[in-house]
């Protein structure tokens, strides 16, 4: 090799001759680069990129032209057979010809790469999505010194205050939320307790902020003013709020996250001191806060703007709420001192909380009380709801990657032993068991890698499937793929693929030469397949397992959109409006609903209108004490009952129909009788056996009592939950409940699209006095949405794997018994000379089917005890439901029985001449 | 005409003619061979090195041509190869079939243009 080479270009050189056979290095590389020379010296060389190009692929080539020459005309292909110690160029060349030998088996290669695609991609998605959601902490100084506040309590110990944020039902049954008032805030920051600090923040519920000449809606929070001093944040851009903002009578400021300020405002320094409206109050750009900082909000919830806390009123309805010590709207975290513990921080923040319930509310001696959480997550009560669906579909995911394993191993399997003959012949013709060996082994790795490619391309989609389901941006939480997921799943297939390649790969090159050579499976056959029916003994199982998860959670997800709401607000649209801030109330108030809802009427295309305080399924209520003629409540008994301020076009609009009597009509007003609608649950719990119609409903006690007649019963509608148990509840006119009416919400029934009638409804309610601003418009399908939208994209994601499962289970199930079949050709051939019917013959295959069912019954065994802990995710329906799991069993066997009957029709048809012959 | 001898004619490439073609006239190296070609196809046949080495091992291993001394260049000593007899036995037996065979097409085009 000339000297010029070995310095400049001498590994680079060396390594692109690796393309190249190892006898062509030997030879003839010094010549090859002795002509590159030439080519410099007559001024012909290229780049040097395409001095390797050249040089690769000739070199792979090359090796081809080795493969082939090997082979000599019409043999079968062979790897190239050098010999001596391997080195990289030699991998390279198995895995070229692994890929022409790949290339030849197009389903077997699209069934193994596509099984592991499905494996590695779902699994990489859905631990992406567990990492970001559940497991990842907040970016901020000692995380783990972090503690949130929660406050709980039974039902009827809950004071008298407005709420707003999370209500969760907790392990004793209580109500546990995380908001707590401004006051409740500054005296536990002031008291001495174990905490160092404690800060405050609450989430804006979309603000429309206008900037850089265009106004969007966005998510935004509000906070105190040591926020960011607290969390230890520092400055991406400008600076961060500071306690000075956050006074009354500052300069208001705002600062921007790093993934607003980029989308929003292209990363520009500019941005900051710019001007800034949100919800049309103006505020000065201080900073932007570092990138992959989200806040401290629940999941999902990525402010894009903060705002000090003394500047909420402006941006909030005008509301004042820092003084109010009645409305609970502030979620409150502290950061323990030095050796402080959660117990500490619990009892020392409990006293302040009943110190707060007394003096604001004048509640004492409450039962009520607190829970101190870790907080290095944040907010937790919305991750708390994807915790156990999303762990049941890692633990799906996981099954349906062994399945794609055992699959791939059941095909390796059963491939080998259709290739003993080959193999055979390549030993016999003097290749070592070494050579062959590692043939077949890169042939498993080809797949493995292949499979993983495609996989990650494949957990990209369902990533970007599952975030809006959770409601997350990925780009905000910088939801990148988990590459560990990635690495973890590919390695499980690699080893898959290594294993089950080395197993057969032994066996095969192991075997006896003669009779392989002859193809005499008539005893070899029963042997080999032994292992094959192991896999598919453990494939139907796991398969069996995850119909039966599928089938739970679509029995789940039906009983929970289908009969049990009680409504059908599939085309109705709901307007919240509250005319009480432009100064409307009492009887005025009564008026301008009567004549909103006469304007709303006249819009082309509503077919009803109605309004009530509350509208099914969006979680809000009003919960209130009554007295139930011919109820006597126990000693310490109060009965609560919902409470739904309504109109007769409510009814219609949501298309609810008296079960018993009659809903609200024209003939119903100010000064008709009082009447009320109940439904079902009250009567069951308070009147059981009794005529409802009649009897009395009180509210209130002494002078502001007021009796209210029973008109009519509907079914039971869910308010707060889809998942709820329901609860009493009684619907009243709204004008005939004074000072019940205040905010309330138009439901409009649309004869087609409800989205269709925004600008004409928007408009009526314009018209009649634009200074009413509607707060928030939306499809009532949008709102029923978020109820459901977990449960319903679990459902669908569980049925859509074990579709996966079950279908790579019968390819599975198919290849064992064609392979079977074809191994058994000649046997299928000497019965059939000897007068076994093309009936018997089927039999003889279907026999195969005994597998299936032992794999069944494994899968029905297992999934039995294991799907117990799924109970808490399932509605209306027992985890062990005997019909689900007869219902995938059944399924089970039929798709495997069809599986396996084509190959048993294929022997049928079999000519026993032609099967003596065979090979 | 052995059998192995009928398989070789027909797995010859047309570039394996070329370069036998070029070594009918004596040994040459590897830039020879990339000129020698160039003038004979009028520039229609240009090789890069990799090309030239990867024919010449396949030619090499097929028996039709083999390395035969070194030759004095303005760059340096170059390996020389030369046709073998096996190689000048292909090389005729397949020019007779492509003279018949460019005999064939000359008068079909001929009839043509007659035509």
Known sequence: MSAKVRTADGWMLRCALLAFPRRFRRSLATDLVALYEDFDANGRQRSRLSMNWDLFRNGLAARLDDTRRSIGGGAPDSPPASEGPRGLGSLLGDFVFGLRILRKSPVFTLVAVGSLAIGIGANTAVFTVLDATILRVLPVQNPEELVVLHMAGARDDWPDISQSGWMLTNDQGHNEGSSFSYPMYERLRAADTPFRDVTAFARLYRINVRARGGAELAAGQVVAGNYYSFLGLRPYRGRLLTESDDQPGAVPVAVLSYAYWQTRFGGLDEAVGSEIFVNGTSFAVAGVSPPGFGGALQLGTVPAVTLPLAHQAPVMRDEELLGRGDYWWLHTMGRLRDGATLDQAQSAAALIFAQSLEADLDVADSKMYITALPGARGMTEARSQV???????????????????VNLANLLVARASSRAREIALRLSLGASRWRVTRQLLSESLLLAFLGAALGVVFAIGLRDLLLPVLDLQGAELGLELNWRAVAFTGLAASLTGLFFGIVPALRATGVDLTPALKDEPLRQ???????????????????????IVAGLFAGSFAALEGEATGFDGDHVLTMSVDPRSSGYEGQDLINYYDEALRRLHRVPGVVAAGVASHVPASGSTTRTSMRVEGYEPAEDERVNTYLNVVDDGFFTSFDIVARQGRVFDATDGPDSPLVVVVNRQLVDTYLPGANPLGRHIGFGRGENAIEFEIVGVVDDIKYQNLSDDPLAAVHVLYDQIPGGIGAQTFTLRAAGRPEDLVAEARAALRELDSDVSMRRIDTHADVVRDNVVVARTFAQLSIGLSAVALLLSCIG???????????RTREIGVRMALGARSSDVIGLVMREMRTVVVGGAVGLLVAYFAVRGLESQ??????????????????????????AFMPARRAAALDPVEALRSE | MAATTTKNQSNLKQIDFLVLAVLQNGPLHGYGIVQRLEEMTEGAVA????????????????????????????????????????????????????AGVAATVLANEGQEHVG
């Open chain 1, 387 to 405: 915790v156990e669906p999303l762990t049941t579909v890692a633990v799906v995911v996981v099954a349906v990657l062994l399945i794609a394993c």
């Open chain 1, 874 to 899: 399932l509605y209306g329906l027992n985890p062990t439901e005997p019909r689900v799991m007869a219902g995938a069993a059944f399924l089970l066997l039929a798709v495997a029985a069809l599986a």
């Open chain 1, 525 to 547: 056959g029963a042997r080999r397949f032994g292992l094959a029916r192991a896999l598919l003994v453990v494939q139907v199982a796991l398969s069996l397992g995850l119909l």
């Open chain 2, 47 to 98: 090789l890069r090195p990799g090309d030239v080495y990867r024919v010449l091992y396949r030619m090499q291993r097929a028996n039709l041509l083999a390395p035969s001394g070194e030759a004095e260049t303005p760059t340096g000593r170059r390996a020389n190869y030369a046709i073998t007899s096996a190689g000048e036995r292909v090389l005729s037996s397949q020019a007779e079939i492509l």
């Open chain 1, 813 to 823: 199930l198919y290849g064992i018994l064609s392979y079977s079949v074809a191994h």
